[in-house]
Structure formats: structure tokens, C-alpha cells
């Protein structure tokens, strides 16, 4: 079945499906639209972009923390996890209804909304005195950002023409790339330089932008009003809780306890009920028919792979800096710039070319390069190895990672009808960031279990053989990509469903 793009709009349902036969050759970006005035490229990329790399900076800004966050609140290897997870987690949870009540209540309300969330549950981070305040705030923060990512990547799809559309989602996926690069300079040179709360209170002027630019800019497009699934919500929010919650408690309470085994198994039948009530139910928070579609299927295993892997390794690695290495919160962050700041110029390459080459081939070729870098540096994770011999395999891990972003997300929407898009977009972050918050939780489970600590002597123990998890998962996740549709069809985003 064909399915042809229509061009963004701030009319509600009813006006879409009375523009269903409006091309988009007819209607591109620039072209006025009768209702709104034409807005730059530049300008729509900005609104739509801005506030996501607000949310992806959070993420390794927050992992540079940790090591101040120990010393600062006492605060436990489990406790820095849920500084983490937290975010993950709430964010994991709630995407999909975000999707939702974007398309009932229109996108773009919902988008500057969470803006406004997040912006405030910064300024609550930056206010905590304890690790409980401050998890509460993460994952405030973690419910805005939930209606920030998907929506970010919907508006932008939806508010450029179709020829557009791989140059923007490159310049984003760019963007998403810089959030990566400079969330580790950013949190180093704000730590030092003044304190960890100031990590969080940057983010209040950049919302306050966000918020003015997005309301100027972009259309607030509307979907299918359907009745919001809070089944499916409260069963795989509780369900990923548990399920976490388990393999973050294992080592310390034993992985045969009552309360591991209940988050474990309870966790899974919760997840398992979720699936089962989204087949039945009339209005699904995940609609299991995009996964009959190949390119998006493997798409999200390759998204949750690589976030598993390559987010639980950079949560243990960057701490090797700082607590074996001896170096300060702004020297490590300098030290692993190789490998963040190489997406930010890969990514936006990535996307341009990826209708030429294929997503298939660039995803492969980054996910391997990525698992090799990572296995590199187990062998290098001792006291005594000098910083230049992490140079060439963190300059690699950063060309893999760039080189999975912006193809990864233009593998999601490449077959999907224009309708779908938001709730594909939806169901890949909420997938990536299961991934991450799993990596972690595994990651730091064999850290802790193979006798790591957070001391100079005892972290190489313990750190060695977590990265080794990472990149057998970012390896074994490549070989999955292989399975996704070759040639350049698969490359390019379509209208063709």
C-alpha cells in the first residue's frame, strides 16, 4: 500500500484527513501553506534539535558527576545507578504515552511541555541535599524528556520536505552527536569550575529558549485521538521497575533472595502481560504491528544493543578515569573526547550518505568498529597504562557510534506511513533507553560481582570484565544488523509503507 506525506499542519485530525490527497511535492517546506507562515530550515532544525540536545547532554553530564556525586553525598555504587537510571527508567516508561497524548493533543503542546518539565525538574536537581531528592528530580527529568525525543524527531520529519528530510535527520542526529561530545566537557568544566548543582541549573535558560522557539517554528501537527492506554502504562512501567530493580539489587542482596527474585520474575510476567494486553487492546501504547515491519524490527534490536553496550561501558569507564587514573572531572572529560566528539562530525555524514550507501552498511561497520574498541580497551583498563594508548581505540568507538545514530534513526522510519511515525519514533527511544538503563544495571552487576570497587586498587578488577560485556553485546548486535534490508531503498526514509 502506498501512502503519500502530507505536509505539517497546526489543524487538528478532522483537517488532515481532508488534506489526505495533498502531496508534498506540492506543499514543500517554504511553501506557503495558507494557514502558517513558511519557517527556515535553520530555524526549524534549532526548535526541534535544541531542547533534545538538552536532554541527551543530561545523560553524560551526569555520568562525569559521579565520582563528585560519591564524595559529596556518601552516596553507594547503587545509589550513583539510580542517578542514572532514574532518568532512564521514567523515561523508558512514558514515552509511548507521550506519543500519545502528542497526537491527541497535538505534538508540539505536548513537546514544549516537556520542556517545561524538565526544566523545572533541573532546577529541583540542583536544589537536592540528598540521593533521594536528587533521584526524584532524574526522574522528573526523565518524564520530560520522554515527550522532548520522540516528538523532537516527529516535528522535524514533519516539518520539512520529503527530499529534506535524510539532510535534517542527519544535522539532528549530528546534534544528538554534540549532546554526546560536549556533556562530559561541559559537566567536567562546570564541576570544577564552579559546583555539580550548576550541571543542572544550565539547562533553565536553555529551556526557557526552547520553549519560544519551539512555539515560534514548529506546527503542532495532531495524530489519531485515541483513549490513552493506561493499562499498558502502568503495567511496563512497573514491569522494566521491577525488572531493574532486581539485577541493581543482586549482588548486594544476593541474586537467589526473595526481593531479587521477585523483582526478576515479577518483572518479566509483568513485561509479558504487557505484550499480551497490547495485542487486545484497542488503542496500544506500543502497536505490535510496526514490528511486522523488518527495517524497524531490527532497527530496535540494534538500538537497544548498541545503547546496552555502549552506555553501560562509557557509565564504567569514564569513573576508571577519575578514580584509577586520578584524573579531575574536567581532565576526563577532555581525555575521552576522541570519542565524543568524532559523532558529532560523523553523524551528520552518516545521514547524508546513508541514502546512497545504505543504513545496513554503515550500522555494521560502526557497531563493529564500536564492540572492537570497546574489547581494545579491556586490555588497557590497569593503573599504570599511559593516556595515549586509550587515544586510538576511544577515536574509534567515537567514529562507530557516529556512524550508528543518524543512519539507526532513518532505519526506524524508513517504511513507516507518515501516521506511524511518531509512534515509531516513540517505541525506538523508549527501546534505546530500556538499553540503556539495562547496560548500566548489567554493567555495574559484573563490576561489583567480579570484586570492583570504587578504589584505585579494587575498580580495574571489576571494570575489566564489564566493558568485556559491553562489547560482546555491540559485536553480537552487529551481526543482528546484517539481517536489515540491503541496497538503497533502506537507506533513504519513504513514504512507501
Do not use: C
Request: hydrophobic content about 55%.
Amino acid at each position: 500500500m502506498s501512502t503519500t506525506l502530507h505536509e505539517p499542519s497546526d489543524a487538528g485530525p478532522g483537517s488532515i484527513r481532508a488534506e489526505a490527497s495533498r502531496p508534498i511535492e506540492a506543499s514543500v517546506v517554504g511553501a506557503p501553506t495558507g494557514r502558517r507562515a513558511p519557517r527556515a530550515l535553520w530555524l526549524v532544525l534549532l526548535a526541534s534539535a535544541l531542547p533534545m540536545f538538552m536532554a541527551t547532554l543530561d545523560n553524560l553530564v551526569m555520568t562525569n558527576a559521579l565520582p563528585v556525586l560519591h564524595t559529596e553525598f556518601g552516596a553507594s555504587v547503587e545509589e550513583l545507578q539510580w542517578f542514572m537510571n532514574a532518568y532512564t527508567l521514567a523515561f523508558a516508561s512514558t514515552i509511548l504515552m507521550a506519543v500519545a497524548l502528542g497526537d491527541r493533543y497535538g505534538r508540539r503542546t505536548v513537546f514544549v511541555l516537556g520542556i517545561v518539565v524538565f526544566t523545572l525538574s533541573s532546577a529541583f536537581a540542583a536544589l537536592a541535599t540528598d540521593p533521594g531528592q536528587l533521584i526524584a528530580a532524574r526522574a522528573l527529568q526523565g518524564f520530560g524528556a520522554a515527550a522532548i525525543m520522540p516528538l523532537s524527531l516527529t516535528l522535524l520529519a514533519g516539518s520539512v520536505s520529503l527530499a529534506r528530510r535524510p539532510l535534517a535527520i542527519g544535522i539532528w542526529g549530528g546534534v544528538a552527536g554534540l549532546g554526546v561530545a560536549v556533556g562530559p566537557l561541559v559537566g567536567g568544566a562546570v564541576i570544577e569550575g564552579l559546583s555539580w548543582q550548576a550541571i543542572f541549573w544550565i539547562n533553565v535558560p536553555v529551556g526557557i529558549v526552547s520553549v519560544v522557539l519551539a512555539l515560534a517554528a514548529l506546527p503542532n501537527g495532531f495524530g489519531a485521538r485515541l483513549r490513552a492506554d493506561l493499562i499498558g502504562l502502568v503495567l511496563s512501567g512497573l514491569g522494566l521497575l521491577a525488572l531493574v530493580y532486581g539485577i541493581v539489587r543482586g549482588n548486594e542482596a544476593g541474586w537467589s533472595s526473595a526481593e531479587v527474585l521477585a523483582g526478576l520474575v515479577g518483572g518479566g510476567i509483568l513485561l509479558l502481560a504487557f505484550l499480551a494486553w497490547e495485542r487486545r487492546a484497542t488503542a496500544p501504547l506500543l502497536p505490535l504491528r510496526l514490528f511486522r515491519d523488518r527495517s524497524f524490527s531490527i532497527a530496535n534490536v540494534v538500538g537497544f544493543g548498541f545503547s546496552f553496550g555502549a552506555f553501560g561501558s562509557i557509565f564504567i569507564l569514564i569513573q576508571f578515569l577519575q578514580v584509577v587514573q586520578g584524573a579531575s572531572p574536567f581532565e576526563a572529560a577532555l581525555q575521552t573526547s576522541p570519542w565524543t566528539l568524532a559523532p558529532m562530525v560523523v553523524a551528520p555524514l552518516a545521514g547524508i550518505f546513508a541514502s546512497r550507501i545504505g543504513t545496513r552498511t554503515l550500522i555494521v561497520a560502526g557497531l563493529t568498529l564500536l564492540g572492537g574498541a570497546l574489547i581494545w580497551l579491556t586490555t588497557l583498563l590497569e593503573p599504570g597504562v599511559a593516556y595515549e594508548s586509550y587515544v586510538v581505540p576511544f577515536l574509534v568507538a567515537g567514529v562507530g557510534m557516529g556512524l550508528v545514530f543518524a543512519p539507526s534513526a532513518t532505519a526506524v522510519l524508513a517504511t513507516m506511513a507518515p501516521d506511524d511515525h511518531a509512534k515509531a519514533s516513540g517505541t525506538n527511544s523508549m527501546v534505546r533507553e530500556v538499553g540503556v538503563a539495562l547496560g548500566i544495571a548489567v554493567s555495574t552487576a559484573v563490576f561489583t560481582g567480579a570484586g570492583g570497587e570504587l578504589l584505585p586498587d579494587l575498580y580495574a578488577v571489576g571494570a575489566q570484565p564489564a566493558v568485556v560485556v559491553g562489547g560482546a553485546v555491540v559485536l553480537a548486535t552487529a551481526l543482528v544488523a546484517l539481517l536489515l534490508p540491503a541496497g538503497r531503498s533502506a537507506g533513504a526514509p519513504a513514504a512507501a509503507h
